[in-house]
């Protein structure tokens, strides 16, 4: 199946500083969503973006889907931004969305 | 639009007992939904696909008799954990894709604990 990786596996920031997350899939892909898992575990999903790019606010996502990876940009952190950062990927001919172990992102004020 | 309802939010039961989660979709119908565990500092893991009107798949290596899945409805599936272990202390979530909208949509999680 569909491997997906993220980096960096930690990250630590201070309030105001921006950032880069990594996805890498190994697969063609028709579905990429990035999202953020608050302290009490609720997935909020951020992007959809299987190609392309978005932007919401402080947040923006590109994905290169001919080169199998994807990056998610945090600008100004904010202590709000901690949590677990998760990409998740479809592959081309499948229904089952398999999740990256996830960026651990702490924003020190 | 697209959202997934999820309840319990937590439970504790004890050994040996069973515990059944609902997953429904709100406002869209979903003719297929996803279950997913999270041990803590861990990912999410598939655990099985549900189908209206049909058994679910398995992930491999979930036991089928252990976690049953119902999904009687187009809105409505649910995950009943039987004779839980402490174990089987884990995150669950489930999840759903609306037709309208392509991406997945995630409840808001059970955290179950078994003593």
């Known amino acids: 199946g569909i491997q997906v990786e993220q980096s960096p596996p930690d990250l630590i920031l201070q309030e105001g500083a921006n950032s880069t997350l990594r996805c890498n899939f190994s697969?063609?892909?028709?579905?990429l969503q990035w999202f953020h898992q608050n302290p009490w575990g609720q997935l909020i999903n951020l992007f959809y973006?299987?190609?392309g790019t978005k932007q919401n606010g402080r947040l923006s996502a590109t994905t290169v889907a001919t080169e199998r990876y994807s990056l998610l940009y945090i600008s100004s952190s904010q202590t709000t931004d901690s949590g677990v950062y998760f990409c998740?990927?479809?592959?081309?001919?499948?229904?089952?969305?398999?999740f990256g172990a996830g960026t651990i992102l702490r924003v020190k004020s | 639009g697209a959202v997934v309802s999820q309840h319990p939010s937590w439970v504790i039961c004890k050994s040996g007992t069973s515990v059944k989660i609902e997953c429904r979709s709100l406002?869209?119908?979903?003719?297929?939904m996803f279950w997913y565990r999270q041990f803590p500092k861990q990912s999410l893991m598939l655990m099985a696909t549900?189908?209206?009107?049909?058994?679910?798949?398995?992930e491999q290596g979930v036991e089928k008799d252990k976690f049953l899945i119902n999904h009687a409805s187009l809105t409505l599936s649910t995950l009943t954990v039987t004779s839980a272990h402490p174990e089987d202390s884990s995150f669950y979530i489930c999840?759903?894709?609306?037709?309208?909208?392509?991406?997945?949509?995630f409840g808001s999680g059970t955290r179950l604990t078994v003593v």
């Open positions: 999840s759903a894709r609306a037709e309208f909208h392509y991406g997945y949509t």
């Open positions: 697969d063609s892909v028709n579905n």
């Open positions: 973006i299987p190609s």
């Open positions: 998740a990927a479809l592959m081309e001919y499948g229904n089952k969305l398999v």
């Open positions: 406002d869209f119908q979903a003719t297929t």
């Open positions: 549900s189908n209206e009107g049909s058994k679910a798949t398995y």
